[in-house]
């Protein structure tokens, strides 16, 4: 089979690889669609250290080793069944929590997810990936009636701007300096779109939330956007770190900002969440997937709209390349059936 692979700094492959093979308490499934994560994946074929949350920096930076592998949302036909299921079949469509890009992927049952009829490939290959402004929405607390604002407004922002829609934030404040990315905004349900480096950025914010936002999704992971966010929540506001701040090369104001205003920082990570049980606020990955299939089913939210470009895996190389390079990268998945 085909699996695109991170074979150097910069350089990404399309490969040959051995098909997995099915085995208890998984299945194999072929791949319709996968999705780019681009903050993740940028870091990733760049060679940053993707886990030094969990060692010291400098270990993280020494131990950095290609190649490497990416793609963890995608949507597919399951083709193989191991023992232990109780629901999954060969030819259920489903989607996906943590695979990368290939055309078969053998998965535990609990990150395969059947779709409806009604769900799209392109919605189905993005369930996993909402599920993380989703979490951070929850660990917000967030109410109906509340100000929110949604610092950066790529896949992850725009996601988060659907969901704070329906769970009923207004006003619902979209934050980018990209002019295109504020418009999309705008569509998916932002009541105002804003650029963060106008002159009265700060002021506008307070003036149309009255006072400060209540909630704040941060999703750039840039030091400088979460300084700028800080300077426009309310008393008391709540503040998710969604975005990977993979740098510590900023200072903030914690007094003035954080401590004086008594504001919460929440670490909104995906993996930060329970293993077995949800509670309030704090979800399974596995039972805000579900949710989203819901949501996605019933036309509250809409996932496939923010796709912009799709592309055969064979092009991936030169997908990367652009990764890399632009500031503004477009929503983007691969066709796994465009394979020659």
Known sequence: MKRIVFTSPGTAELLDCDKPRVSPGHAVVRLLVSSISSGTERANVSGEPTVSYVVPLEEAVKNIQFPRYAGYSSCGIIEEVGEGNTDLKPGDRVAMSWTTHAQYVSLPFRQIYKLPENISDSAGALIHIATFPLAAVRKCRTEIGESAIVMGLGVLGLTAVQLLRAAGAAPVIAVDPDEAR?????????????????DNFTSTVKSLTNGGAKVAIEVTGNGKALDMVLDCMARFGRVALLGCTRHSDFTIDYYRKVHGPGITLVGAHTNARPNGESSPGWWTERDDALALIK??????????????????????????????????????????????
Do not use: H
């Open 295 to 340: 949501l996605v089913d019933g036309g509250r939210i809409d996932l496939a709209s923010m796709v912009e470009d799709t592309r055969s895996p064979e092009e991936a190389p030169e997908v990367y390349t652009r990764l890399c390079n632009e500031k503004s990268f477009p929503v983007t998945q691969f066709d796994w059936r465009k394979l020659k």
């Open 182 to 198: 504020r418009a999309q905004a705008l569509k998916f349900g932002a009541d105002y779109a804003l650029d963060p480096f106008a």
